[in-house]
C-alpha cells in the first residue's frame, strides 16, 4: 500500500467518525426536540383535559342539581293517594314531558298497594273518567315494567358476603338509606374544607422564581399529573358549592299553584302536619343503567324516590359541551364498588372521572409528534449538516489538490533529475576529454564541443521553462508588451526554430498571408516565442522518426482582431484519451515519449498557463491532410 492509499484511508475513517458523531448528535437533538415538542403537545391535552372535565362536571352538577330541586311531592302520584278518582283531575307534568335525560321517575313505597309506581304511570280508568289522553301512558308504563324486571334481578356483591345474592331493589333501597345517614356527616365535612388551601396553579407558580424553569417544568408529565389531580380537588370545592342541598321546606310556585287549584281531599291529603324531605340524589349503576336514587319522607312516611337517566342521551349532551376540544371523546361507565357505595363510601375514579356522575372521559386524543426532514433542515440542525458536508467537500478537493501536487513534484523531481543528470554527464565526459588532451582530432573536438552546446541550449530551454512556471505559479511573472507587424515578429523567432528543427533532421515550413504580414501585433514578444518553441521543440521530439514526415508547419494569420499560429506536424498524432491531459503539469503525451525523449513534461502546461496570461488560448486543432499533431495559439492583437 503506497502512501497515497494510505492517507485516503485516512481521511475516510475521519470523514466516518466525524460524519457518526454528527449522526450521533443530531439523533439525539431530534430526540430532544420532538420529546420537548411532545411534552408540549401533552401539556396543551392536559391543559384541554382540565378544561373539559370542568365544563362535564359544571353541566353534570347542574342536571343534578335540578333534580335535587324537585320536591318530594312531584314524584307521588295522584291515583294512588286519593280514593275518589273521579274528582282528581291532577295529573304529575312527568306524564306529559320529561327532561331529555330521564326515561322515567319512580317512586318505591313499601306501605302502599303497588310499592313501584311512577308519576308518569296510570290506571286507563283513572285517565279516562279525568279526560285525559292516554297517549303517553303506555310508554311510560312499559318502561315501568322495564324497571320493575330490572330491580328484581339479583347480584351478589363479592365485598359483603360469598354466601348470599341481594336484588337490585334491596341494592338501591340500601344504598339510599346509607347516603340518608351519611348526608348530615358528608354535609359538615364539606363545610370543613371548605375553605382550606389546596395546591393551585398561582401558588405553584408563586414558589418559583425562574419563569423559564416554571415553563420547563410544567411542561413535565408529572407536573401536568400533578395539576389535574389538584384540579380536581378544585373542582370538588365549586361543585361543592354551586350544588349545595336543596331546601325541602321550599316547593316550587307552580307546584303550590296546583295545589290551590286541586280538589279538597288532595289539598287535604298534601296538608300533612310533617315537612316533607329528601337527601340529594345519588348515583348508582345497576345492569348498564344508570339511576339517581335518594331517600325521602313524606307525612311520616319513607320511600325511596329514583330516576332512570337515559344514559345515550345524558351522554351526547355532556358530550356537546366539549366537542370543541376533544371531538372524538367518549365517556363509558365507572365501574362501582357496591360494597364501598354501601358502607357509604364514594368512588374516587382517576382524574378523568367525573364527580357528579359514574362517568370516565376517553378524550381519542393521541397525537404523537414526528421529526420532520424540512424541520430538520431548515433548524440548526440543517446548517451544521450543511457546513460538516461543505466543509468535508472543501477538504476532498483541497487534500486532493495537495496529493496532486505532492505527486507532481515527486515527478518534476525525477523528471529534472533525470534530465540534469544526462546532459551533466556528457558535460563531464567531453570536458575531461577536451582538458586531459585526449583527443587529438581536430574534427573530433568540434563535435564534441557542438554536443556541449547542444546540451548547455537543452538545459537553458529546461530551466527557462521551469522558471517561467514557477513565475506564473507564484503570479510573479511581468509581460513586456512590445509593438511588432506580423512579418516581423515571424522573421524574428524563425532563425531559432530553423535551428531547432535541423538538431533533428527536420525543417519549418512558415506561412501566412500578405493581409496580415503588416497586421501590428501589441503582445509579450518572449512569452510567444517561448510558446511556439515549447511547440516546435515537442514536433521535433515525438514526430522525428523515419517513419515520419520531416515537415513542421508553422501557419499565421489575423482574423476578427486576433492572431491564429497554427503549429502542425507529420507524426503520428496525439491519441483521445490524452488529450484532456496533456496541459497537465509533468505530463507526457505517451508512456514510450516519456521514457525515451528528455524533457520533464512542462513544456505544454506553460503554454497553456502563458496563453491565459496573455488573454488567449491554446488548443489540439484539427488537421485534415495528415494524422500528426496540430496546436492552435489564439491571442488577442491588443494585449
Known sequence: MNKTSTIWIIAALCVTVVLTAFGVITHRMVQKNTQHSQQIVDAHREGRIRLAMWRLDTLAASIIADEDERSVLEFTNPELNNSNTQNTPIVNGFYYKTPDTANLYWNIEPNKSQPINSPQVYGKKYLINNKI????????????????????ATTQPPALTQNHQYSNQAIMCAAADVSLGNWAANKQEQKKTQDK???SYNSYSQTSKNKQAINVK??????????????KGVRKKALSRISGVKNNTKWSASLEQSQQEATPSLKQLNQAPAQPFSTPFSPIWLDDELMLVRKASLANNESVQGIWLNKQSLIKKLLSEIQDLFPNAKLIPVKQDIASILQGKKNKGDDTTLLSIPLRL??????LIKAQPVDIIRGPIGLAWIGAILAIIASYFTLKSVLTMAERRASFVSSVTHELRTPLTTFRLYSDLLSSGMVKDTEKQQIYLNTLKHESERL????DNVLSYSQIERGSAKAKIETISLYQFIQRIEPRLNERAKDDNMFVNTVFSDSSSD????????????????????ACKYASAQEHGREITLLAEVKNKKVSIQICDQGNGIARSEQKRLFKPFHKSAFEAAHTKPGVGLGLALCKRLAKAMKGDLTIAKQN????????LRLPINH
Do not use: M, W
Not at 501589441?522 to 511547440?535: G, K, M
Open 460 to 463: 537553458s530551454h529546461l530551466i
Open 362 to 367: 376517553i378524550h381519542n386524543d393521541l397525537a
Open 197 to 199: 388551601q389546596d395546591f
Open 519 to 538: 497586421q501590428k501585433l501589441y503582445i509579450d514578444v518572449t512569452a510567444v516565442e517561448q510558446i511556439i518553441f515549447n511547440l516546435v521543440d515537442n
Open 625 to 632: 491532410k495528415t494524422k500528426g499533431a496540430c496546436f492552435l
Open 218 to 231: 410544567l411542561n413535565a408529565p408529572a407536573e401536568q399529573r400533578k395539576l389535574t389531580r389538584a384540579d
Open 133 to 152: 289522553n292516554t297517549k303517553n301512558n303506555d310508554k311510560n308504563l312499559q318502561q315501568l315494567n322495564q324497571l320493575k324486571t330490572l330491580l328484581q
